[in-house]
């Protein structure tokens, strides 16, 4: 099996404000097109950031999205989630909310009522998972999935955990059902770990060191907050954990179509595009309350 060798160390782009709860980088696309990384067409991470106590709670208010699923992967803070189709949650540490936008939908996010009061430090990915051009006139879903549920594979030696959000790794397979081939993983690794992961080579794959600081296939060093993303050539790399570690690893079968975007919306074309908007318009993606 031949090795898959780093194409890119991304730092941090500056952070910026979406809505007035989440402050964020942005790896995708603001540091490459959609395509390279789809069917991951958008990353935006916030790193650890603390938040002052506030009785109003902070965040986004009702908006669109089609074409496409938003994950949400909770590391520090809560977030609570309510959509036109009448789904609501709150994701706390560990957590992942995996919502289909699919035909379209309305949704808003903000800070847990009572982490809001508190404050403390908030800690969050949000990737958005194109679909292909027949799943995106699917009907809205909502996968609400706790940290207990997510499945787990212990790593040699009381060494760590790769919990298996999507996919599979070591044959156990992940818990969040898919519309095309993803693997999304956490590793929580300790010092002195070294964790081999293997995708196919045409696999778009990436990784994000979300706490502590690894060696990939022992020679390129990464740290905390920053993007790896790999050739799409070999199959196999593996991370060493150089500290206590949580690492983000992403991999997927690209979705080879058009991509049109624009806004809250994923498309194949702009003809497309216009669509989504005349229904958004029309209230086709149903009601929900600011």
């Known amino acids: 099996m031949t090795t898959k060798n780093v194409s890119k160390i991304l730092t941090p782009p500056p952070a910026h404000f979406v809505g007035d709860g989440f402050r964020v980088h942005n790896f995708i696309p603001s540091e490459m097109n959609m395509q390279r990384m789809n069917p991951f067409v958008m990353m935006d991470y916030n790193s650890k950031h603390y938040f002052s106590p506030s ?35 709150v994701i706390n540490e560990g957590d992942v909310q995996w919502m289909t936008a699919g035909s379209g939908v309305l949704h808003k996010e903000y800070h847990e009522e009572e982490f809001s009061k508190a404050g403390g430090d908030f800690q969050m990915v949000q990737l958005w998972v194109n679909l292909s051009a027949k799943d995106k006139k699917s009907k809205p879903k909502y996968q609400a999935i706790t940290h207990e549920q997510i499945a787990k594979v212990n790593l040699p030696e009381n060494k760590g955990v790769v919990e298996v959000i999507a996919g599979e790794y070591e044959n156990v397979k992940g818990t969040a059902f898919t519309f095309s081939p993803i693997h999304l993983l956490n590793a929580r690794i300790s010092k002195g770990a070294n964790v081999p992961f293997t995708f196919p080579e045409n696999y778009n794959t990436a990784l994000l060191v979300i706490e502590g600081g690894v060696k990939i296939n022992n020679t390129e060093n990464a740290s905390v907050n920053q993007f790896v993303l790999f050739k799409n050539e070999g199959e196999a790399f593996n991370i060493e954990a150089t500290e206590d570690s949580i690492v983000l690893v992403l991999s997927g079968e690209p979705i080879n179509e058009p991509i049109a975007a624009r806004g809250p919306f994923v498309m194949n074309t702009n003809e497309e ?10 209230g086709k993606f149903g009601y929900l309350e600011d």
């Open 55 to 89: 009785n109003t709670p902070r965040g986004v208010g009702v908006h669109p999205h089609k074409g496409f699923e938003t994950v949400t992967i909770a590391y520090k803070g809560s977030v609570a989630h309510h959509d036109s189709s009448g789904n609501s949650g």
């Open 273 to 282: 595009l216009s669509q989504a908007i005349q229904e958004f318009n029309l």
